[in-house]
């Protein structure tokens, strides 16, 4: 005969006692849900992520937040009438005047946003009928006319593979050290870059330059209207973000997947002025700042090809580049 259990060994087998247990979790996790609902509802929950507000008593933007463009990149959305151009010419404008190495911009506008009032920069305009494209060493503005999301799609990324390469060939002539740098400004993106167009053929190498053009000094700027509109996969891999005001519920559930469900960033974005008020997110930290108008009074200078340049051009690339 087997030695006999214990009247503690008892009770946990047997049926009575198992269910008085499991009552007793099911009101502890309750009594624990209840407070967390309470403590929320009372507004006892702090902001994880504090918003600073950026000194602009002497510069528009930090130098230090400037730089970490530079390397990252950086999404601009609002919502309509936010000044998401104004703020994406500020920036790009302070990236020409104050970065201290070689860097060439090259700004994709489909709006006629830029053209009327920007920095003294060339610029031209392109069409489905356009036979040659700038891919000199300036500054250049193309201000695009396409209708067709995947022919605008075919164009930026023909600019953008082209100078990859060119990149890639210099780094490899300089054994890794490359000095100069690529900034692509693409104004309203939220067509061509959102989830279907980046699932083409097109989009897909895009969204390759974006994820990998880094390595080669290739950074954008991206400007778009709705986040929600945006690829996912895109807005994941530049982890600079500038949030103009937006209240759609569909936008803000994404800035909570991008900045963490409890940063509150979200409903600092909603707090924001109708016009000219952002939050840069760089992936850990957030900045509030006012983004003034863009007031300069020149505007880019259109840019004609030369007689003697477009027979060298037909010579070596034939007479179409689209």
């Known amino acids: 005969m087997g030695p006999s259990r ?56 930090p130098d230090p937040i ?19 151009s104004i703020a994406g010419k500020v920036i790009t404008a302070e990236i020409i005047q104050k970065q201290p190495l070689p860097i060439q911009c090259k700004i994709i506008d489909t709006a006629l946003n830029w053209r009327w009032q920007f920095e003294p920069i060339l610029f031209q305009e392109i069409t489905e009928r356009t036979r040659f494209i700038y891919s000199g060493k300036e500054h250049i503005l193309y201000d695009t006319e396409f209708i067709d999301e995947d022919e605008l799609m075919k164009f930026i990324t023909k600019i953008v593979v082209n100078d990859y390469w ?41 969204l390759k330059m974006i994820s990998e053009g880094r390595n080669f000094n290739q950074l954008f700027i991206i400007i778009g209207q709705r986040l929600a509109n945006m690829s996912t996969a895109l807005v994941e891999r530049c982890h600079g973000m500038l949030f103009g005001k937006m209240v759609g519920d569909n936008d803000l559930a994404k800035i909570r997947r991008k900045c963490g469900r409890d940063s509150g960033i979200d409903d600092e974005v909603k707090k924001l002025a109708d016009f000219g008020e952002f939050i840069y997110w760089n992936g850990s930290s957030a900045y509030k700042f006012n983004c003034p108008e863009y007031n300069n009074e020149t505007r880019p200078i259109e840019w004609v090809m030369k007689e003697e340049d477009k027979k060298i051009w037909e010579h070596f690339y034939g007479r179409h580049i689209i």
Do not use: H
């Open 66 to 84: 400037l730089s970490e463009i530079l390397k990252t990149g950086l999404v601009i959305v609002g919502g309509k009438g936010t000044g998401k």
């Open 166 to 206: 060119k990149q890639r060939k210099l780094k490899k002539e300089l054994e890794g050290n490359l000095f100069n740098w690529m900034l692509y400004t693409l104004e309203e993106t939220q067509s061509s870059m959102s989830r279907f167009a980046l699932m083409r053929k097109g989009g897909r190498v895009m």
């Open 6 to 61: 214990s009247s503690e060994d008892s009770c946990w087998s047997s049926r009575s006692c198992f269910s008085f247990t499991a009552r007793d979790v099911r009101k502890s996790l309750l009594r624990t849900m209840t407070t967390i609902i309470l403590e929320k509802a009372s507004g006892a929950t702090t902001l994880a992520i504090p918003v600073k507000k950026v000194d602009q008593s002497k510069e528009i933007l």
